[in-house]
Structures are given as C-alpha cells and as structure tokens.
C-alpha cells in the first residue's frame, strides 16, 4: 500500500469513527417565571420562543383564555412601553 493511501485509509477511518469530543446535549428550555421575564432584555422578551416558556411555567397562561387575558393585560401593554416606536403586527 502506498503511504499517502494508507494516511488516507486512517483519517477516513477516524473520521468514521468520530473521534474527538462528544456534542454536548443541550437542554431544552425551562420554563419562565414572570419575575424573570419582566427581566429580560427586550430583543428576547417577546420571542415566540420566551413567551412559550413562560406560559408553561404558569398553567394560568395555559388555557386560551388565560393566556388572552395574560397578552391583553400584561404583554401588550409592556411591549408598548418597551417598544413605544414599534407597531404591532
């Protein structure tokens, strides 16, 4: 076997075998309590993704309901305050 074949053969082989460092595994998301939310920088704050975790972390916020009075009362309000240039979509 030639010598660039047989370099080649290794490092295709440790390619397949994935050596190195494992992927972490990234947890999920927790979920969000108000206190915390209220907190957030506002580039996050009203992220479809933010406002999925704070409604589990409120089981209030999980009926359609709940969750219609909660964006009437709390999020609209706050994003026009936060926001005040910006119209809502």
Do not use: H
Not at 31 to 59: F, I, N, V
Not at 63 to 80: C, L, S, Y
């Amino acid at each position: 076997m030639k010598p660039l074949t047989a370099i080649a053969s290794v490092v295709f082989a440790l390619g397949l075998a994935g050596c190195g460092d494992t992927p972490s595994a990234t947890e999920p998301p927790t979920s969000l309590s108000m206190t915390d939310w209220k907190a957030m920088p506002t580039d996050q704050k009203y992220t479809r993704e933010t406002l999925e975790r704070l409604k589990e972390g409120d089981p209030n916020l999980q009926t359609a309901e709940g969750w219609e009075v909660f964006q009437k009362t709390v999020v609209v309000p706050a994003r026009k305050k936060d926001l005040p240039n910006v119209k809502a979509r």
